[in-house]
Nanobody, 126 residues
Protein backbone atom coordinates (compact mmCIF):
# COMPACT_ATOMS: atom_id res chain seq x y z
CA UNK A 1 0.00 0.00 0.00
CA UNK A 2 1.33 3.43 -0.99
CA UNK A 3 -0.14 6.81 -0.17
CA UNK A 4 0.94 9.76 -2.31
CA UNK A 5 0.75 13.47 -1.54
CA UNK A 6 1.66 16.09 -4.14
CA UNK A 7 2.76 19.65 -3.45
CA UNK A 8 4.47 22.56 -5.17
CA UNK A 9 1.80 23.69 -7.60
CA UNK A 10 0.79 27.31 -8.00
CA UNK A 11 0.20 30.26 -10.28
CA UNK A 12 3.12 31.22 -12.49
CA UNK A 13 3.66 33.39 -15.55
CA UNK A 14 4.49 31.88 -18.91
CA UNK A 15 8.19 31.05 -19.06
CA UNK A 16 8.36 30.45 -15.34
CA UNK A 17 9.27 27.33 -13.37
CA UNK A 18 7.96 25.20 -10.54
CA UNK A 19 9.15 22.13 -8.72
CA UNK A 20 6.44 19.63 -7.96
CA UNK A 21 6.99 17.05 -5.23
CA UNK A 22 5.23 13.81 -4.44
CA UNK A 23 5.84 12.32 -1.01
CA UNK A 24 5.08 8.63 -0.58
CA UNK A 25 4.31 6.72 2.57
CA UNK A 26 5.40 3.15 3.14
CA UNK A 27 8.71 1.34 3.24
CA UNK A 28 8.58 -0.02 -0.31
CA UNK A 29 8.76 3.22 -2.30
CA UNK A 30 11.96 2.11 -4.04
CA UNK A 31 10.14 -0.88 -5.53
CA UNK A 32 7.72 1.29 -7.52
CA UNK A 33 8.02 2.99 -10.84
CA UNK A 34 6.60 6.51 -10.51
CA UNK A 35 4.73 8.64 -12.99
CA UNK A 36 3.34 12.13 -13.36
CA UNK A 37 0.10 12.76 -15.22
CA UNK A 38 -1.95 15.90 -15.73
CA UNK A 39 -5.56 16.73 -16.41
CA UNK A 40 -6.80 20.00 -17.84
CA UNK A 41 -10.47 21.03 -17.56
CA UNK A 42 -12.61 19.12 -19.99
CA UNK A 43 -9.75 16.88 -21.08
CA UNK A 44 -8.63 13.38 -20.27
CA UNK A 45 -5.79 12.69 -17.87
CA UNK A 46 -2.58 12.46 -19.88
CA UNK A 47 0.89 11.06 -19.31
CA UNK A 48 3.66 13.56 -18.58
CA UNK A 49 6.72 11.69 -17.32
CA UNK A 50 7.83 8.52 -15.57
CA UNK A 51 10.89 7.23 -13.75
CA UNK A 52 11.73 3.64 -12.98
CA UNK A 53 12.25 2.26 -9.50
CA UNK A 54 16.02 2.85 -9.51
CA UNK A 55 15.91 6.29 -11.08
CA UNK A 56 18.10 5.21 -13.99
CA UNK A 57 15.41 5.24 -16.68
CA UNK A 58 12.95 7.98 -17.57
CA UNK A 59 10.23 8.55 -20.15
CA UNK A 60 8.61 11.84 -21.21
CA UNK A 61 5.67 12.92 -23.28
CA UNK A 62 6.78 14.70 -26.44
CA UNK A 63 5.01 17.87 -25.34
CA UNK A 64 7.28 18.29 -22.28
CA UNK A 65 10.62 16.92 -23.49
CA UNK A 66 13.40 19.40 -22.85
CA UNK A 67 11.28 21.43 -20.43
CA UNK A 68 10.34 18.99 -17.65
CA UNK A 69 12.62 16.75 -15.61
CA UNK A 70 11.54 13.88 -13.40
CA UNK A 71 13.75 12.64 -10.58
CA UNK A 72 13.44 10.69 -7.35
CA UNK A 73 15.10 10.37 -3.98
CA UNK A 74 14.42 6.91 -2.61
CA UNK A 75 15.95 7.81 0.75
CA UNK A 76 13.29 10.53 1.12
CA UNK A 77 10.45 8.54 -0.49
CA UNK A 78 9.89 11.43 -2.87
CA UNK A 79 9.58 11.93 -6.61
CA UNK A 80 9.97 15.35 -8.20
CA UNK A 81 8.92 17.04 -11.40
CA UNK A 82 10.89 20.14 -12.33
CA UNK A 83 8.79 22.11 -14.79
CA UNK A 84 10.53 24.87 -16.74
CA UNK A 85 9.59 27.19 -19.61
CA UNK A 86 5.94 26.81 -18.68
CA UNK A 87 3.26 27.56 -21.24
CA UNK A 88 -0.43 28.37 -20.72
CA UNK A 89 -1.27 24.95 -22.20
CA UNK A 90 0.58 23.33 -19.27
CA UNK A 91 -2.23 24.50 -16.99
CA UNK A 92 -3.71 21.42 -15.33
CA UNK A 93 -3.99 19.43 -12.15
CA UNK A 94 -0.81 17.36 -11.87
CA UNK A 95 -1.01 13.91 -10.31
CA UNK A 96 1.70 11.49 -9.28
CA UNK A 97 1.11 7.77 -9.45
CA UNK A 98 2.87 4.54 -8.52
CA UNK A 99 3.08 1.22 -10.33
CA UNK A 100 4.89 -2.02 -9.64
CA UNK A 101 8.48 -2.25 -10.87
CA UNK A 102 7.66 -4.86 -13.52
CA UNK A 103 5.23 -2.57 -15.32
CA UNK A 104 7.73 -0.26 -17.04
CA UNK A 105 6.50 -1.19 -20.51
CA UNK A 106 3.13 0.36 -19.68
CA UNK A 107 4.25 3.56 -17.92
CA UNK A 108 2.42 5.87 -20.31
CA UNK A 109 -0.94 4.25 -19.54
CA UNK A 110 -2.87 5.61 -16.58
CA UNK A 111 -4.60 2.26 -16.09
CA UNK A 112 -1.19 0.69 -15.36
CA UNK A 113 -0.92 2.59 -12.06
CA UNK A 114 -2.47 1.34 -8.88
CA UNK A 115 -1.93 4.32 -6.59
CA UNK A 116 -2.67 8.01 -7.12
CA UNK A 117 -2.25 11.23 -5.23
CA UNK A 118 -4.90 13.92 -4.89
CA UNK A 119 -3.21 16.28 -7.36
CA UNK A 120 -1.71 19.75 -7.28
CA UNK A 121 -2.93 22.64 -9.45
CA UNK A 122 -0.54 24.34 -11.86
CA UNK A 123 -1.85 27.49 -13.53
CA UNK A 124 0.22 29.31 -16.15
CA UNK A 125 -0.83 32.83 -17.09
CA UNK A 126 0.01 34.34 -20.47
Amino acid sequence: QVQLVESGGGLVQAGGSLRLSCAASGRTFSSYNMGWFRQAPGKEREFVAAINWSGRTTNYADSVKGRFTISRDNAKNTVYLQVNSLKPEDTAVYYCAAQGATGWGLVVRKDAYGYWGQGTQVTVSS
